[in-house]
């Protein structure tokens, strides 16, 4: 597990290694530079020093000094009169003024000049100079290699104390029940730490509200399936307790129906637990007219069997981006709530328009429709519209779960739902992607 600590520790003192041996390279650059300009100054000194008689009268008068300068003289003829260093690496001959001279042993720095009636070199080796400039860079750098332990453990403090407020986050986190999902306290945070306990208060209130609506959920549909099942179990025992054919068949008929209608709530009651709000599991590409065509084509018989006219009004060709299974669930939800609460006779009327780059799927039924004042709340889990005499119609009793899996599912693929009256006087649904 790689730690923040120790990461800061390594790349802090790689930088100030690295910097380091940058600014060391350029004092020895700097002072190689000056010991340059110093030792050909003292060359040239040296040179003008030598007297201009001839060589025989100053034989051995002068000492070039102990820097290891090689000094030769040669008189007019070029004949060699004197090396101090017989076996100087040098070239048996004059160069005047300055250059620099690569032998077997080393480069040296040499200077030659006309004294009087001799030719002077005075050579140097370059190593002289670069072990000066190294030893200036060494002695102006060796205090900050020597702080660098002091650095490293002063780092490692100062870093410590500025993780500390991560630590104590996670130490908050770590004692916390686990249904406590009330927000950390973010003051007294550092600004880089604050962002995070900002997300996670924010993940802590999403989690917290998902929970109140997980369990909202598993109590209304304990609530919803205790009525069906008990009267399962009331039909259940009357079919035990018939004394005839007649009375068993009717009973069986009645207990036949409870089992569709709790199934009919369990089926719904897993579309709803499917269904997520935040996204869609599947996305492709859905021929949404076929789609349509496809589960009209289902309830037609159905609608048949309840005396209502289904069709497909208007139908255009559009594609959208989502999950055909959940779209599918959606558009039959739809369907079968027009059909159901639609009087024997009526009609229920379907459309697939696009109107400005948009598909809208329309659903119009000629039933009792739904006041304006409920139709906001009827998309929510259980509820159903008051009853009224023209809402006295359906072989399927509803479970209330029916347009808030319709509502969840638009949610999901980014479109709108509205409800509004048919033109035939019942109720439209819009869906608008």
Not at 136 to 148: D, H, K, N
Not at 303 to 317: C, N, P, T, W
Not at 334 to 359: F, I, M, Q
Request: proline content about 5%; charged content about 20%.
């Amino acid at each position: 597990m790689r730690s923040i600590r120790r990461q800061l520790l390594v790349w802090l003192l790689a930088l100030v290694l690295l910097g380091v041996g940058i600014a060391g390279w350029l004092i020895y650059r700097q002072a190689l530079a000056e010991a340059n300009e110093l030792f050909d100054y003292q060359l040239e000194q040296i040179a003008a020093a030598l007297p201009a008689e001839p060589f025989s009268q100053v034989l051995g008068s002068r000492d070039t000094g102990d820097e290891g300068i090689v000094l030769q003289i040669w008189n007019r003829n070029g004949v060699l009169m004197y090396y101090s260093r017989p076996r100087a690496p040098l070239a048996p001959r004059a160069e005047l003024g300055f250059s620099t001279e690569h032998t077997e042993r080393g480069d040296w720095r040499v200077y030659g000049a006309i004294v009087g009636d001799n030719v002077v070199q005075l050579a140097q080796p370059l190593s002289v100079r670069n072990r000066l400039a190294a030893n200036v860079a060494l002695r102006t750098l060796w205090p900050l290699i020597v702080l660098l332990p002091l650095l490293g453990v002063a780092v490692w403090v100062i870093v410590g104390r500025g993780l500390r407020p991560l630590r104590r986050v996670t130490s908050a986190l770590d004692t916390r029940h686990p249904e406590a999902l009330d927000p950390l306290p973010d003051k007294r945070l550092p600004l880089e730490v604050q962002p995070l306990v900002r997300a996670l208060n924010g993940l802590l209130e999403r989690l917290a509200t998902a929970l109140d609506i997980q369990k909202a959920f598993v109590a209304d549909a304990a609530h919803e399936l205790r009525t069906p099942l008990a009267a399962v179990q009331i039909q259940a025992q009357l079919v035990g307790r018939a004394r005839d054919d007649t009375a068993r068949n009717e009973a069986l008929a009645d207990l036949q129906a409870g089992v569709t209608r709790a199934t009919r709530l369990a089926e719904q009651l897993l579309a709803l637990a499917r269904s997520e709000p935040d996204g869609v599991a599947v996305t492709d590409a859905v021929d949404l007219c076929a789609l349509l065509h496809e589960c009209v084509a289902a309830y037609a018989p159905l609608a048949v069997d309840r005396g209502v006219d289904l069709g497909v009004e208007a139908s255009e060709a559009a594609t959208v981006t989502g999950d055909a299974d959940a779209l599918r669930v959606m558009l039959n939800n739809l369907v079968d709530n027009a059909t159901k609460y639609t009087p024997r006779g009526g009609r229920v009327d379907v459309s697939l328009r696009v109107e400005d780059g948009h598909p809208v799927v329309r659903i119009a039924d000629s039933g009792p429709g739904i006041d304006p004042a409920e139709r906001e709340r009827v998309f929510d889990r259980f509820y159903r519209a008051g009853a009224s005499a023209n809402r006295a119609r359906t072989d399927v009793a509803g479970s209330g779960l029916g347009l808030a899996i319709v509502r969840r599912i638009v949610m999901q693929h980014h479109a709108s739902v509205s409800l509004d009256e048919s033109p035939t006087g019942g109720l439209q649904v819009a869906v608008r992607f």
